[in-house]
């Protein structure tokens, strides 16, 4: 079992930057990637980016490249996702993913940009 707890969320407003973290415990040893995913009110949950745990390979969704950059710490078993010129439709609530042999989720941090 991995554990994920989340931090960093909150009201920004357009243009602005927020960073947030997720730090694991558990069997840390055993996570393969870790991420970011995304859900807006009545849409469905979207990937955002994810970072591979040992070579730090990076990925990120179209919609947010040039703009988020997702990093770890793996002596602090976090992962972080600084989030810049932030758009009122990056609204959403961010959760965090860990990948072992299983998919395991934070409770998610509610991100809201004003216009």
């Known amino acids: 079992q991995v554990q994920l707890v989340e931090s960093g969320g909150g009201l920004v407003q357009a243009g602005g930057s927020l960073r947030l973290s997720c730090a694991a415990s558990?069997?840390?040893?055993?996570?393969?990637?870790m991420g970011w995913f995304r859900q807006a009110p009545g849409k469905e949950r979207e990937f955002v980016a994810r970072i591979t745990w040992s070579g730090g390979s990076t990925f990120y969704a179209d919609f947010v490249k040039g703009r988020f950059t997702i990093s770890k710490d793996n002596a602090k078993n976090t992962v972080y996702l600084q989030m810049n010129s932030l758009k009122p439709e990056d609204t959403a609530v961010y959760y965090c993913?860990?990948?072992?042999?299983?998919?395991?989720w934070g409770q998610g941090t509610q991100v809201t940009v004003s216009s």
């Open positions: 993913n860990a990948r072992t042999a299983m998919n395991f």
């Open positions: 558990g069997r840390t040893f055993s996570i393969y990637t």
